[in-house]
């Protein structure tokens, strides 16, 4: 019988199972960021370990750095104003060089956020297990690797022994065929999946996106889709290694050279699913039909399409259904039934490991350029997600569409996406943003967050409300 | 970590689904490089009216007199009742830290996230997965009269309710056992350190490029 994407990256990981459905899969890239992994070195050292394999890893600080240019032009860690964010940035760096981890310092150009790094650096490669104490690492999974979120005793359980503890999860495809409509982004396609399954649709799954959709999508629009498969569920994001994938990859500079690419091409060619693979699940749907889409709620699966309204109570099937609308909306500030096209927004946040990558810069200014941000906008933040990406939008004149508008052009961190730094939402405030969660204080104590494309960030940042991006040109 | 073999204790209702471990714990107890102190901000946004200033001591705070946490009737208690796809989204085991500091040893829901539950097995915190039916009786039963007391005898797999009525469930045979026994996930797995080995000399032979020297 044939076998899934996800069945050969587990069997070619597998180093020992279990009776009992335990399993020991084989770690091969694990990235750290200074959030998560404090608590894991500080376990090592208690119990007198060290890292079993110090080529295995790469580490970044991103969740807590500042954006702020002037701050971060400030040299070394000094320059960083928020005392217990310094503490923390300088705990990673202290670690990395206690235990001898590769890092990307605060200072290097190639900083930025560890799921925008991994991939730039070549740090991810097709057929590998890639871990990170982030749930947002099914990112890399656009790559055809097993890449998923860990907890900190997980990474360093990581560290200490180059496996995980884990079971294996069950298949499921999900299929996009057809031909995305103009203006529609891979955000819109992740958006639109997430709510049809659902929050927990994928729970206890590893979630393969397939079709030609998929297939036509950059290795940027496929990142952004198994990002989001977290959102969904699944721990796992994945798409089939193709040509995209193996230009996308060559020449980076962790991808192997010479001989060594010519072996590694001969085995990355057959990470795909067998045309006979048996799914535990598997969903189609056509992405011909989809619409770019905003969440008007508080969790990704509360979602529609740009020309849709907000549900009614009448929508709801059960009593649970009704008490999360009725606490959403009260939450949200918004009325049933009221259009989307009709929400005007306060703030708008371009960013985060969802989409901050060139091409969604480039998909933003290409809708602002010529505009100004709205009156009633307050505030737009533009945030690259690495010092590499921030240079080649510059060096594109990208920076400058955004600031002629009104905008901040800022340093790469994962910013306001958990607004763990300074950049927030206030209370009561509507932000379109382009991260990845709209929960209940995500981007801040009371901050009303409503999940978008970059397109759809940049025409309600230069619209004042959700518009369909195809509607800015005619300005 | 703490073993988990059979615990008693008061039930607390937290009528919600898909609650997040943002909600759990918010992000600005995130900068903290330590494993502790996590419980005064359990669910800091729901159980405070006034916001969190890092100045100021958590006991001085003004408690949310309507969120059940702070509610007289449930004080003290150690099982929390939640609804489907508890501990969803970031993977943050500040979540499982937060609650176990609180006091909470166990949490009864008809479905988990799965990044949480595998955190939670990791702290001696048990995710208690029970019918939706059986939940649905759990939260009228706490909500009426003086609240529920439940025993969870993880060894025999099962909840004995206030009223004596017994219910079944079923945990992964492999998280149980290193919960009844506390023990350690790196102890087990170093103790394969053998098959780790020999795994390891045939994957860099057959995938040499895997272990590369990383070069900054």
């Given at each position: 019988?044939?076998?899934?994407?996800?069945?050969?990256?587990?069997?070619?990981?597998?180093?020992?199972?279990?009776?009992?459905?335990?399993?020991?899969?084989?770690?091969?890239?694990?990235?750290?960021?200074?959030?998560?992994?404090?608590?894991?070195?500080?376990?090592?050292?208690?119990?007198?370990?060290?890292?079993?394999?110090?080529?295995?890893?790469?580490?970044?600080?991103?969740?807590?750095?500042?954006?702020?240019?002037?701050?971060?032009?400030?040299?070394?860690?000094?320059?960083?104003?928020?005392?217990?964010?310094?503490?923390?940035?300088?705990?990673?760096?202290?670690?990395?060089?206690?235990?001898?981890?590769?890092?990307?310092?605060?200072?290097?150009?190639?900083?930025?956020?560890?799921?925008?790094?991994?991939?730039e650096q070549g740090a991810t490669l097709p057929g590998m297990t890639i871990v990170c104490g982030d749930s947002h690492t099914s990112t890399h999974g656009?790559?055809?690797?097993?890449?998923?979120?860990?907890?900190?005793?997980?990474?360093?359980?990581?560290?200490?022994?180059?496996?995980?503890?884990?079971?294996?999860?069950?298949?499921?495809?999900?299929?996009?065929?057809?031909?995305?409509?103009?203006?529609?982004?891979?955000?819109?396609?992740?958006?639109?999946?997430?709510?049809?399954?659902?929050?927990?649709?994928?729970?206890?799954?590893?979630?393969?996106?397939?079709?030609?959709?998929?297939?036509?999508?950059?290795?940027?629009?496929?990142?952004?889709?198994?990002?989001?498969?977290?959102?969904?569920?699944?721990?796992?994001g994945m798409v089939a290694v193709d040509q995209v994938t193996l230009d996308y990859v060559k020449s980076r500079p962790m991808a192997p050279t010479g001989e060594q690419w010519e072996m590694a091409e001969k085995y990355w060619k057959t990470l795909h699913s067998d045309s006979d693979a048996v799914f535990d699940r598997e969903l189609v749907i056509d992405a011909s039909?989809?619409?770019?889409?905003?969440?008007?709620?508080?969790?990704?699966?509360?979602?529609?399409?740009?020309?849709?309204?907000?549900?009614t109570m009448d929508d709801m099937q059960d009593e649970t259904g009704r008490k999360s609308l009725e606490r959403a909306l009260d939450y949200m500030g918004l009325q049933q039934g009221m259009k989307l096209s009709d929400i005007p927004v306060d703030m708008v946040f371009i960013g985060s490991c969802t989409n901050a990558r060139i091409e969604d810069m480039r998909a933003a200014a290409a809708v602002v350029r010529g505009h100004k941000k709205a009156d009633n906008v307050e505030r737009v933040l533009v945030v690259p997600g690495s010092g590499l990406v921030k240079a080649q939008a510059e060096a594109e004149g990208l920076d400058k569409v955004f600031t002629e508008a009104g905008m901040?052009?800022?340093?790469?961190?994962?910013?306001?996406?958990?607004?763990?730094?300074?950049?927030?939402?206030?209370?009561?405030?509507?932000?379109?943003?382009?991260?990845?969660?709209?929960?209940?204080?995500?981007?801040?104590?009371?901050?009303?967050?409503?999940?978008?494309?970059?397109?759809?960030?940049?025409?309600?940042?230069?619209?004042?409300?959700?518009?369909?991006?195809?509607?800015?040109?005619?300005? | 970590m703490e073993a988990f073999r059979v615990h008693s204790g008061l039930v607390v209702p937290l009528d919600?689904?898909?609650?997040?471990?943002?909600?759990?714990?918010?992000?600005?107890?995130?900068?903290?490089?330590?494993?502790?102190?996590?419980?005064?901000?359990?669910?800091?946004?729901?159980?405070?009216?006034?916001?969190?200033?890092?100045?100021?001591?958590s006991a001085t705070r003004k408690l949310n007199p309507e969120f059940s946490l702070n509610m007289p009737k449930y004080a003290g208690a150690s099982i929390l009742l939640s609804r489907e796809n508890f501990g969803c989204g970031s993977s943050r085991e500040h979540a499982v830290w937060a609650l176990v500091q609180f006091g909470i040893r166990c949490v009864i829901a008809p479905s988990f996230a799965d990044i949480f539950k595998n955190n939670a097995f990791k702290s001696g915190l048990l995710p208690l997965e029970l019918d939706e039916a059986v939940v649905d009786r759990l939260f009228q039963q706490s909500a009426n009269g003086e609240g529920v007391n439940l025993t969870i005898d993880l060894d025999s797999q099962q909840v004995t309710l206030s009223d004596g009525a017994q219910v079944d469930f079923s945990v992964d045979p492999f998280r149980r056992h290193c919960l009844l026994e506390g023990l350690d996930d790196i102890g087990i797995t170093l103790q394969r350190e053998d098959a780790i080995t020999a795994f390891e000399r045939n994957h860099q032979r057959t995938q040499p490029w895997l272990f590369n020297e990383v070069k900054l």
């Open positions: 019988m044939g076998r899934t994407l996800y069945d050969k990256l587990w069997d070619a990981h597998l180093v020992d199972q279990q009776d009992d459905g335990s399993a020991l899969i084989y770690i091969d890239r694990h990235l750290i960021h200074e959030v998560t992994s404090p608590q894991a070195f500080e376990g090592l050292r208690l119990a007198g370990r060290s890292p079993r394999r110090l080529n295995a890893n790469v580490a970044v600080p991103d969740h807590n750095v500042s954006t702020d240019p002037n701050e971060r032009a400030l040299a070394g860690y000094a320059g960083v104003a928020d005392a217990t964010s310094r503490v923390q940035l300088e705990t990673l760096n202290d670690n990395c060089n206690d235990f001898n981890i590769p890092l990307i310092d605060l200072a290097d150009q190639r900083q930025g956020i560890v799921h925008v790094m991994g991939p656009a790559f055809g690797a097993l890449a998923h979120g860990i907890g900190t005793s997980e990474v360093e359980h990581v560290l200490a022994t180059q496996c995980l503890l884990t079971k294996k999860m069950d298949n499921f495809r999900v299929v996009l065929d057809g031909e995305a409509q103009p203006g529609v982004t891979a955000k819109d396609l992740a958006l639109a999946v997430i709510g049809q399954i659902g929050t927990a649709g994928a729970t206890g799954c590893a979630l393969e996106f397939a079709g030609s959709a998929v297939r036509s999508l950059t290795m940027e629009g496929r990142m952004t889709l198994c990002n989001m498969a977290i959102e969904a569920g699944a721990r796992a039909a989809i619409e770019p889409q905003v969440t008007w709620g508080t969790s990704p699966e509360m979602v529609t399409s740009i020309g849709g309204t907000v549900p901040e052009w800022r340093a790469p961190g994962c910013s306001m996406c958990l607004a763990m730094n300074a950049d927030k939402v206030e209370p009561g405030k509507r932000c379109a943003s382009t991260s990845n969660r709209n929960f209940e204080g995500r981007q801040g104590f009371g901050g009303r967050t409503h999940l978008v494309s970059p397109a759809m960030a940049a025409a309600a940042a230069v619209t004042g409300r959700f518009t369909h991006p195809a509607n800015v040109e005619a300005l | 919600r689904a898909n609650v997040d471990t943002d909600l759990i714990i918010p992000k600005q107890f995130l900068k903290s490089i330590k494993r502790t102190g996590f419980g005064p901000n359990l669910f800091d946004e729901l159980r405070y009216l006034d916001p969190f200033d890092e100045e100021a001591p």
